[in-house]
């Protein structure tokens, strides 16, 4: 996919050399556009016209975390809640079939590095990583288990705050406008782009899920009855709407960032997300999907299970909607 660079600063306008021989001249016109380079540790600013004036997003690197190794990633979490209750078989698939996405989110506010609960205008991107890639994994659940399914990437939350500049770089002010963007630097991969990762009894660290918590809300998705099964993305499109296909499966890295960062970034960002989906949206049934084997083996019993899902308490722009986007996936099986 080509990747194209729009900058934010002031545009080049037509002028007489009549009118500014006999009175001078001088006009700018704000360009107020939010579409930015997908390389987020880039340098993003554009001068343009005789007096040098431009606005210029710099990264707050006090406010930032940017993992320089891999880490576990985890991309589906359930939690088979209840002793009355069935086996589930939860799973995520991957094929190279299709060029697999790894979003890029980015939230805009004002001054929000100074507020314990800022406003957010908030934005799923194209795309910060895409690639064709292998990943394969399962849980089985019985009563009253949980288990999530993860991979190894190098997320980033990066915190960049908006100057206004005149002359140069040592002569810039800031404009009160910050903005975070959320991605994945780096897939880490064996072979032919088979992605590394795994599956896991129980959940993810306390302090991990004590933030995915904090920053969503479960929201009734369907009942599977006994041997019914489902997608996760009809599942996620039921709990949060049909616009949550041009979103996919959710990577919590707002709440891995607040977790992982050693204090430096606020608890309000737990409830930031990225989509994994494929360029081809109508593929994204191919991702997973959860089963409700009732009683199996002489454990559990033959009884319909409840599927909720953990949206973020944030709305989000969407492609053409507003809507609440999956965390993690977090699932509970009532």
């Not at 380079?37 to 600013?45: A, T």
């Not at 099964?229 to 009809?234: C, E, I, V």
């Not at 607040?258 to 191919?286: F, K």
């Not at 959860?290 to 319909?304: L, V």
Request: charged share 20%; proline share 4%.
């Amino acid at each position: 996919m080509r990747q194209s660079k729009i900058y934010r600063g002031f545009a080049v306008i037509n002028y007489s050399p009549k009118n500014i021989k006999e009175r001078g001249f001088k006009k700018t016109v704000r360009i107020n556009i939010h579409q930015f380079s997908p390389e987020p540790l880039q340098k993003r600013f554009t001068i343009q016209g005789s007096n040098r004036q431009f606005y210029y997003w710099k990264v707050d690197w006090s406010l930032s975390w940017v993992p320089q190794d891999y880490i576990e990633v985890p991309v589906l979490i359930v939690d088979n809640k209840y002793s009355s209750s069935g086996v589930i078989n939860a799973w995520i698939d991957i094929t190279e079939e299709h060029y697999t996405e790894f979003g890029l989110t980015v939230a805009y506010g004002y001054k929000i590095s100074e507020k314990e609960s800022p406003s957010l205008d908030i934005y799923e991107k194209d795309s910060s990583i895409q690639g064709k890639f292998y990943f394969s994994r399962s849980l089985l659940l019985k009563p009253e288990e949980k288990g999530y399914i993860y991979i190894y990437a190098k997320p980033y939350h990066l915190h960049e705050k908006e100057y206004y500049c005149t002359a140069g770089l040592e002569n810039c002010v800031p404009t009160g406008k910050e903005r975070i963007l959320e991605g994945v630097n780096d897939i880490k991969t064996v072979g032919n782009k088979e992605i590394v990762g795994g599956s896991s009894e129980g959940l993810p660290s306390s302090d991990i899920m004590k933030l995915i918590y904090k920053g969503t809300a479960m929201r009734y998705s369907d009942s599977l009855g006994v041997d019914e099964s489902k997608s996760l993305a009809l599942l996620i499109s039921d709990a949060s709407g049909s616009c949550l296909i041009d979103f996919g499966i959710g990577i919590p890295i707002g709440a891995l960032a607040v977790a992982l960062s050693g204090g430096t970034i606020p608890a309000w960002v737990a409830g930031l997300s990225i989509g994994i989906h494929y360029d081809s949206s109508s593929s994204l049934n191919i991702y997973g999907g959860i089963q409700n084997y009732g009683e199996w083996g002489g454990i559990g019993e033959d009884i319909s299970e409840y599927i909720y899902v953990g949206v973020s308490d944030y709305t989000y722009h969407v492609g053409a909607c507003d809507t609440q986007v999956p965390i993690g996936i977090y699932i509970e099986a009532l």
